[in-house]
């Protein structure tokens, strides 16, 4: 079974040889490495990780197990 990079079109024997292509390639400059997506500008990379509620910020009560978007809304909740 070999690991396929879509973006270069290009087939590696392993997944860690694949992984290893996309960390020391230049086309994969604008991958978000969390997501496995690719981007044709920092920009449009920046905008995704902004967006993407996969990359907010999140603090976590240890209490009741809910995550809060800022730690003012945390601080809240701990009153």
Do not use: W
Not at 40 to 66: I, K, M, W, Y
């Amino acid at each position: 079974i070999s690991s396929h990079c879509f973006l270069c079109d290009r087939s590696f024997d392993t997944d860690e040889g694949l992984q290893q292509h996309k960390q020391g390639s230049p086309a994969h400059i604008f991958d978000c490495r969390s997501c496995d997506r690719h981007y044709d500008s920092e920009h449009a990379r920046q905008q995704h990780l902004r967006g993407s509620p996969v990359h907010a910020l999140s603090f976590d009560c240890e209490t009741c197990n809910r995550s809060f978007g800022n730690k003012d809304a945390l601080h809240q909740r701990l009153m």
